[in-house]
């Protein structure tokens, strides 16, 4: 049996808008967004060029009762969050001066780690060789979507101004590498880890 007949779908997990994000209330259905990859959204009309600073909080390991993390390991959870971390801090410094003091003209930003999906051993990259796993992985990459058992990460962004608290832009995401991201398919973490590399570089594209 194929690698894609044993498990197709398996590995697709729909985000949720986390009842206890901050600001789960304000959060609505992305209709904007076919990709799935913004299912959630809620935004203000914002000039970001104004804004030159940034100051990224600690990230946040959502314990919330619907999170997404099935039966993660705790180590697993903290090594996702340093890894986001060190790749959102290195996207925002590319295009904002990174500062620790509240001030005018800084975006404060808020990311809270919110579920993951690990890579299933050995078929998902078996399935991107397996002659129907590679018919379904041709589809999922012509539209963006999602490769047959890869993992994927899904976090939720708020992004405030500094200066006065008041919430500009936040978000639900779920991430994932392009289906045929072979070094995204071995070990467990590495598609998640692709999923916040993704996340970082498109947060940082659409604050142009």
Known sequence: MTAA?????????????????TSA???ASNTADASGRVPYRYATTTDWRSYDKVILEPIVIYRGRDHQFG????????KLSAYMRTRFQQALASRFQ?????GPNTLRVRLTLTGAVTNTPVLGTASRFDLAGAVYNGVQSA???EGLLTGSVFYAAELFDAA???LLNAFVSKQYPAPYDISASVGAL???QAGIDKGADALVAELQ
């Open 190 to 192: 590495s598609a998640a």
């Open 71 to 78: 039966d993660m390991s705790e180590s697993d959870k903290a």
């Open 143 to 145: 539209r963006d979507g």
């Open 25 to 27: 209330r304000l959060l």
């Open 5 to 21: 007949a044993m498990c197709a779908g398996c590995n697709t997990v729909t985000p949720v808008a986390y009842s206890e994000v």
């Open 98 to 102: 990174p500062v620790t003091q509240r």
């Open 164 to 166: 006065s608290g008041r």
